[in-house]
């Protein structure tokens, strides 16, 4: 809330208009926006990860946001992040753009697709406070869970899944019981299901047709399919050279 304050009612989005959501960031250590986005000369273009728009919070200091914040207890393989891990003694998050080369390793949740054509605001003209922001990492971009996709199906109607076959949307640090969910009117609620969006909303992929509670799964460079479609994504692990 404090960041939209800042920022003309905006949510936090990394890099400049027009950015796209990319696997890695050009230089997370830049001393400048642009060489750190690759941006045009006139601030346009370039690429940037979902966490970079969330580490805006640790590089702009606000309230006692740290790299610590980013990480869940339960979510494994994930440690915080210090710039003295790549070499960067001696420098402060309030001089970096991202959670090193590989942020994956370092931020253990997912956050509204923000590099779109749909400009999301704190205001809730067209939006309700059930929207959801952010929330524990999607189950669908580690390749090893995603395979699992199409055994998942909602158990609400019109469809016939059974719990089990519900569970398998949820987040993967909860051992699919559930999630952590952050909404637009602030609130934060943990949630056995991942259509708990506005509508019956999947927080975890975009909407398919009329079907918003199962959905497609997103992958990189996925777009919502509409204003009111929450699409909850973190970036994926950068490939090994």
Known sequence: MMYAKDHDDLLARAGGKDTKWGVSLKNWAAASRQAAFDLDPNGTGGTATVSSSLFLLARFMYLDVTARTFLCKADKGVK??????????GRELTELWDFGPDPAK??????????SQYTLVMRFESLTGAFAMAADRNPWTNKRTAKSFSRFEPDLRPFSGSPDHARLGNAVAHDREGQNVLFLDTHVSYEKRAYCGQEDDNIYTSWDGADKARGKPPKLGSQPAGEKDSLLVNDPPVPRR
């Not at 370092?106 to 590099?115: N, P, R, T």
């Open 80 to 89: 915080e992040f210090t710039p003295a891990a790549y070499g960067l003694r």
């Open 106 to 115: 370092h931020c253990s949740y997912a956050y509204q697709m923000v590099y």
